[in-house]
């Protein structure tokens, strides 16, 4: 029984740790007007993050990719509407882009 508890709230606890980190990527995400462009599971102006997770998925150099083109901008691989480069950090775009990916 003490087994089961602590297992549950051990769940319990890296539940509200993701949940928590997820906040801190869509608070960082909007910081930087990312959402102006993208939303989680529609195309916008950009495509979805869970377009972008399933395009991208297995792709082993996807995170270095995305990150340079989050921080340089880029065209063609979605349509012809460029994305503009960001203001962004390379820990911020590898935080924004991990995020992204995790769709």
Same mark, same amino acid.
């Given at each position: 029984m003490k087994a089961v508890l602590m297992g549950t709230v051990a769940a319990a606890a890296l539940l509200i740790a993701g949940q928590a980190a /997820? /906040?801190?990527?869509? /608070?960082?995400?909007?910081?930087k007007g990312c959402l102006a462009c993208h939303s989680i599971d =529609? =195309? +916008?102006v950009g495509p979805s993050y869970k377009d972008v997770a399933k395009k991208y998925k297995g792709d082993k150099g996807?995170?270095?990719?995305l990150v340079e083109k989050v921080m340089k901008g880029g065209s063609g691989v979605?349509?012809?509407?460029?994305?503009?480069?960001?203001? *962004?950090? %390379?820990?911020? /775009?590898?935080?924004? *882009? %991990?995020? +992204?990916?995790?769709?």
């Open positions: /997820a /906040a801190d990527e869509t /608070a960082l995400a909007t910081s =529609k =195309k +916008v996807a995170e270095a990719k979605w349509g012809s509407t460029p994305m503009p480069p960001n203001n *962004v950090t %390379k820990e911020e /775009a590898t935080k924004l *882009v %991990k995020w +992204v990916l995790s769709h």
